[in-house]
């Protein structure tokens, strides 16, 4: 697995977002997140396509995010982590 050089700034604010909301929810989206990797790994090709090779994964308890990953030869990239009211071609000139 490996992650596009922004995903870690979409990750950060995500966390902020939910942790403002209320204490420890940041914690939560986080564990979700690790969960979803490891889903995905074990799994790649679970989740249906949304463009260009990419694949849609969402989040089960937080709604309003989702992550656009790309299945390899070798690897998966995870490219963005996103709030699906941001603007829909937020994180598409990702590779």
Known sequence: MVYHRLVQA???QAWHYYEDASAGLGDQFFAEFLEMIAAIQRHPQRWGFASRG??????KRFPYKK???RVEAERIKVLVVKHQKRRPSYGDGRY
């Not at 990419?54 to 989040?59: C, I, K, P, S, V």
């Open 10 to 12: 979409d990750l950060d």
């Open 67 to 69: 992550m656009l990953y």
């Open 54 to 59: 990419r694949r849609l994964a969402q989040f």
